[in-house]
């Protein structure tokens, strides 16, 4: 009897052993060479083994590899926070905190927001995803599979529709549904916050709408409720700019930071109005591994290349060539399954559809053996699986992103109806 130890649940996408990187390149234990688009899910902005990241990494191991923060102080922490609070574009005093991960950020927001308004109820949004913790798990706006077999839930949590271009869901609609919500299910005092990804990241990378995201703001503000924005996929320059909620015309109360903010290494944040920050008791926040040395020094050596002028050509350039190659796409009806282009600037999503428009689930699992056997690495997203979301490294060299776009050419053009 063959023993794996390694869980039967987790699901994995690509059955391939992974051996190195190097930018938007990656290459299995069979010497195989792949095109990466997934980026490890969105964490690779600057690339496999950014130079830089990867220098910064190797300097700090030979200095302080760890200290619990909260049991001493040490300076890649107390550095770090200093430019991250600089680097978030907002016009109030930012502190915060360092944490394992996103999913952590989003579990010390929840505390947070509880010590601040002395309330438990959140609203979150259908097709959400803010992690895989017990708390984390109701915030997401999707069952299987997430929610499946694990029992009663922490709450109360509700939802709401997401309003976005990207998936057909209007303001109108999207504020209807909160008026019901009020009227039926919640008095709205007992709401502690909102929490929202500006772009929607396994949702199927939908876009939120403006108007909604200002008239939520304006809502939050005059009934005295929290806003949290979640930048832990869209942040770090994935649209174009430092964070997303920036094209939205609204500051959020505090912010989840994750993924691309180390270059690769472990490490979120959850920062916010200092008032905010500053309300739990002394020792109410902390954690044994929240910002390691080691991952704080590859953070610095990130927001050190991330300078606004690189995230706005990187986030231009790709977008650009995304949607140059898609519209080419559309007019020459590469494929029938090809549907609509989700998101914004280079956080981009390719919805799959059959002909009488429902989610075509079964050629995007096709879609990902035949991108694979080519050496392109896709990985899908939204509520039916059905769209394919675009990570390539901000870094990849245009000739790498045209050549994992011709790959993505001709597998499409290979789907079945």
């Given at each position: ?6 869980s ?9 052993s992974l051996?190195?990187g190097?930018?938007?390149?990656v ?8 095109i ?19 220098e ?5 191991a ?30 109030y ?7 394992n ?20 109820a ?6 959400a ?39 057909g869901?209007?303001c109108?609609e ?11 299910e ?13 772009v ?6 939908l ?5 909604f995201?200002?008239?939520?703001r304006?809502?939050?503000d ?23 909620f ?29 008032a905010?920050?500053?309300?739990l ?14 991952a ?13 002028d ?16 898609y ?13 609509r ?44 699986r ?7 490294p ?24």
């Open positions: 009897m063959s023993h794996d130890p390694i039967q649940s987790i699901s994995i996408v690509h059955p391939i051996s190195h190097k930018n938007a390149e290459w299995d234990t069979a010497g195989k060479r792949y990466d688009f997934v980026g490890g899910i969105g964490v690779l902005n600057l690339g496999h083994c950014h130079p830089a990241v990867v910064a990494i190797r300097e700090q030979t200095r302080l590899t760890h200290y619990a923060f909260n049991a001493a102080p040490h300076t890649p922490y107390i550095e770090l926070m200093e430019r991250l609070t600089a680097f978030i574009p907002v016009s005093p930012v502190s915060g905190m360092l944490t991960s996103g999913a952590e950020a989003a579990e010390n927001a929840l505390k947070i927001v509880r010590g601040a308004t002395g309330r438990t959140v609203i979150a949004f259908d097709g995803f803010h992690g895989r913790t017990l708390a984390t798990l109701n915030l997401n706006g999707k069952v299987a599979p997430y929610k499946q077999k694990v029992g009663v839930l922490p709450g109360p949590v509700y939802h709401l529709p997401y309003p976005s271009a990207d998936n869901v209007t109108a999207a504020l209807k549904a909160m008026d019901r919500l009020f009227s039926v919640i008095d709205v005092s007992d709401i502690a916050c909102f929490i929202i990804e500006p929607q990241g396994e949702g199927g990378f876009a939120l709408d403006i108007e995201a200002q008239a939520l304006r809502f939050c005059a009934k005295n409720i929290l806003l949290i924005a979640d930048e832990i996929q869209s942040g770090f320059g994935r649209t174009g700019q430092r964070f997303a920036s094209r939205l015309g609204i500051e959020p109360d505090l912010i989840l930071l994750g993924k691309s903010i180390a270059g690769g290494v472990p490490l979120g944040a959850v920062v916010g109005r200092k905010l920050m500053d309300n008791p002394k020792g109410g926040l902390g954690g044994t591994y929240s910002g390691n040395p080691i704080c020094a590859a953070a610095l050596a990130t927001l050190d290349v991330m300078t606004d690189h995230l706005q050509r990187w986030g231009m350039q790709q977008g650009a060539a995304i949607v140059s190659r519209e080419t796409w559309r007019a020459r009806h590469l494929s029938p399954c090809l549907g282009l989700t998101g914004v600037g280079a956080m981009r999503g390719i919805e799959l559809t059959n002909a009488d428009g429902t989610p075509a689930s079964r050629q995007l699992t096709q879609l990902l053996g035949l991108a694979r056997d080519a050496g392109l690495l896709l990985m899908p997203s939204g509520k039916s059905h769209i394919i979301r675009l990570l390539a901000l870094t990849i060299e245009p000739e790498v992103l045209e050549e994992g776009l011709d790959i993505l050419q001709t597998c499409l053009a290979q789907l079945d109806e």
